[in-house]
């Protein structure tokens, strides 16, 4: 990719710029480590790391030009270009500079604080059988059809999303399947993509470190929807996809303007789920929709994956898919890495790794459980340091209500105590014992995952919830090789 200064300079009438505008820009860059000859540093100033620190080092490694909003010393020979603020100019050079990509595929974002993940990767399965080239932006990978890269965030930075989104055009991807997280849309790190289809799973408390608010959390999530139709859009046929059994359903129908397609099992809707039976081999059920009825016989199960199907379903109608051609995509489909994830050594008990780390995600999987426990259901789960602290007691008080054995432990502590973590979910955890219930408090997550399975006996149930598909656990002063299905699989090796 090259674009010549003068063309960037013009999306920003407000800039200031000192130097030669006429320059070819090769690369953009807000880490001067990326930076290569040629390139637009952007310096961005964060909470911990100022980029207009790294202006000398950006100069060293090629950078040519920079867009600042501080008064700032710089090299002879650099263009500098000042701005009120580099975020939000960064917004218009970063899709303009890839010649805005998301124009050119077919978008499918989902948001939602559970079932994403699952979604998208069941909607990329429907895309595949229909014989389309598919791309997935998500939590645990990024996929370019079968390529695959490593996820950093659930959804990337405005500069690393516009750069995937334009290898995918490179590579003739039809359709693009992403996790939209809440926290890129209130940054707007989607700047630039156009949706074409949007998918609104469900909410619950999450992320309110950063939100505050359950509302603005909401908000956050809205803002997908209410874009989907606006004066710069370019392309046609858009659809908003909608779980009308969630409250926030609503809200998300309200603030947008395109076609609506609902999911349901409890309310009228276009889509709805009956016949519902849930097994621990998978779930079947039937699924009307406005031209009919598909019957499905899946390998996932629990209620939470009944919605997530009906959401993929919806996305993949409104596409054009036809229903024979979603049926025989889902029935084939498997699983997804770190979600309901057995672990089976031949041990006589179940094994369940899941990525649950929410209140609403902790009691979707401890219910399914209980929908075919013969005997008692051990969990073993954490709440991650340094983010919101409300959930900690409510997934305890939900773990000690829904099981029979609860091993509180660390998750990622981050900075945090993990004393102080497992203390604050003790709160809720003694909220809802009962009976002869028992719990532990074990900080070390290996050693707690063993206690979990030395306890367990025939035909129980051991659910490892919270990091699922993840293979690290971040600590105070380092982050250190984790996966709980490895972890299970070598510690059940040893005992059976």
Not at 83 to 99: E, G, H, L, Q
Not at 378 to 384: E, L, R, S
Not at 437 to 452: L, S
Request: aromatic fraction near 6%.
């Amino acid at each position: 990719m090259e674009k010549s200064l003068e063309s960037i300079i013009s999306l920003i009438p407000e800039a200031e710029v000192a130097g030669d505008r006429n320059r070819i820009i090769k690369a953009i860059a807000y880490d001067s480590r990326e930076v290569v000859p040629g390139t637009l540093f952007i310096c961005l100033a964060g909470a911990k790391v100022d980029g207009h620190d790294f202006i000398d080092q950006a100069y060293a490694s090629g950078a040519v030009a920079v867009l600042v909003e501080k008064n700032v010393q710089t090299p002879a020979g650099v263009t500098v270009i000042k701005v009120r603020s580099t975020r939000d100019a960064m917004k218009n050079i970063a899709p303009y500079f890839y010649d805005y990509p998301a124009r050119k595929l077919r978008m499918i974002g989902i948001t939602g604080t559970n079932g994403k993940t699952t979604t998208t990767y069941l909607i990329r399965s429907i895309l595949n059988k229909a014989g389309f080239k598919v791309g997935v932006i998500g939590t645990i990978q990024t996929l370019i059809e079968e390529r695959v890269l490593p996820a950093k965030n659930t959804t990337p930075d405005v500069i690393e999303l516009q750069k995937l989104l334009s290898e995918m055009v490179e590579n003739q991807i039809d359709y693009v399947v992403m996790e939209v997280s809440s926290h890129a849309l209130a940054l707007d790190r989607i700047a630039g993509c156009e949706f074409d289809v949007g998918v609104f799973t469900n909410i619950s408390r999450d992320h309110l470190d950063f939100h505050v608010t359950f509302d603005k959390y909401i908000e956050a999530k809205a803002i997908l929807f209410k874009n989907l139709n606006n004066d710069t859009n370019v392309k046609q046929n858009k659809a908003a996809v909608i779980n009308l059994d969630d409250d926030a359903g609503k809200t998300m129908l309200d603030n947008t303007t395109c076609r609506s397609i609902t999911y349901s099992i409890n309310s009228e809707s276009d889509i709805k789920a009956h016949n519902i039976d849930i097994l621990a081999s998978g779930a079947v059920f039937d699924v009307k929709y406005w031209l009919g009825e598909i019957s499905l016989n899946l390998k996932i199960t629990g209620i939470f994956n009944v919605y997530n199907v009906m959401g993929a379903i919806g996305a993949a109608l409104a596409e054009g898919v036809e229903a024979n051609i979603i049926e025989q995509a889902l029935i084939s489909f498997d699983s997804v890495p770190g979600r309901f994830e057995l672990v089976d050594e031949g041990q006589p008990f179940s094994v369940i790794v899941d990525y649950a780390h929410t209140p609403d995600g902790l009691e979707n999987i401890l219910q399914t459980a209980k929908q075919f426990a013969k005997k008692r259901i051990v969990v073993v789960f954490g709440c991650g340091g340094d983010r919101d602290r409300t959930k900690r007691p409510i997934m305890g008080k939900i773990a000690a209500e829904l099981s029979d054995v609860v091993i509180a432990t660390s998750d990622n502590p981050r900075s945090e105590d993990p004393e102080f973590i497992l203390s604050e979910i003790e709160v809720g955890i003694k909220q809802g014992l009962s009976n002869n219930k028992q719990y532990e408090k074990i900080v070390d997550r290996r050693q707690a995952i063993t206690r979990a399975l030395a306890v367990a006996g025939r035909d129980d149930i051991v659910i490892i919830a919270g990091k699922g598909h993840e293979n690290y656990q971040i600590l105070k002063t380092e982050t250190i090789s984790f996966d709980d299905k490895e972890v299970a699989r070598q510690i059940l090796r040893g005992m059976v």
